[in-house]
């Protein structure tokens, strides 16, 4: 299989306070990945050293198979931060124009024409928000939201898609059909790292998990992560697993 990201041997720190010690990982293309760890156990800060938006002190990243400095072939990631249910804030723009926004990387300056519109609006059907194209962003819902932020994503033509935490403030239905679109653009080929502080839905949703707590706890199948002592290391005994039937 193809290595979309491969972290080797990354230490990371915020002045005197570690975040990361010697965490090695790859995630595959077509993986499924689920990032756990208590609060404040430096996953973000792993996700945004994957994604180039931190560099590490030591080690080394690889994005693509391209050492993460001269990366530059950013219209194949899609990231949706932690904020982005957050109605504070938002562009003053529609559902459409912000999903126009992911072509723009393969516009370069020419000008979008039929087949750039007819994508986006495939990515809208995609993501079942075809409907609100001409909604203000800021008048969504922050599910809604989330599925604008994917089908930009879609509409670049990205190949991984980053979440952290994406389902913040969400309702249970809302969510529940969130994931449900996640799982399907996971079996259409897009690899998928995903942080989510609701471990059973990682263990029902992911194929793969990696348990962090500064130092990396279990990196590997979803089966041997229940199995292993990872979760009850990395959060202390309080650690469980509640699954999530849908």
């Given amino acids: ?38 609060n404040g156990s430096g996953k973000t800060t792993l996700l945004h050293v994957m994604l180039g938006l931190l560099s590490p002190d030591s080690g080394s990243v690889r ?33 459409r124009e912000c999903v126009l926004m992911g072509r723009f990387a393969h516009v370069g300056h020419g000008r979008l024409n039929d087949e750039d519109h007819e994508t986006v609006a495939d990515a809208l059907e995609t993501v079942g928000i075809a409907d609100l194209a001409d909604q203000q962003m800021n008048q969504l819902s922050g599910g809604q939201r989330q599925r604008a932020y994917i089908a930009r994503a879609l ?25 449900r679109l996640l799982d399907s653009l996971n079996r259409s080929g897009i690899t998928i790292i995903l942080i989510e ?40 005994k309080t650690g469980e697993i509640v699954h999530h039937h849908h």
């Fill in 1 to 38: 299989m193809t290595s979309v990201v491969d972290v080797r041997n990354v230490s990371f720190a915020y002045g005197d306070s570690l975040a990361l010690e010697e965490v090695t990982l790859t995630v595959e293309n077509g993986d499924f990945l689920g990032l756990i760890g208590p």
């Fill in 63 to 95: 994005l693509f198979d391209q050492p993460i400095e001269e990366f530059e072939a950013g219209e194949r990631i899609g990231y949706v931060s932690q904020k982005a249910t957050d109605r504070g804030g938002t562009m003053p723009v529609t559902v």
């Fill in 155 to 179: 509409a670049s033509e990205a190949d991984l898609l980053a979440l952290d935490e994406p389902t913040v403030g969400v309702d249970a239905e809302s969510r529940d059909e969130f994931y």
């Fill in 197 to 236: 502080h609701d471990i059973g839905v990682v263990t029902d949703r992911a194929n793969r998990i990696a348990c962090i707590n500064t130092e990396l706890y279990h990196h590997g199948d979803t089966e041997s992560f229940v199995e292993s002592e990872a979760l009850s290391e990395a959060y202390g």
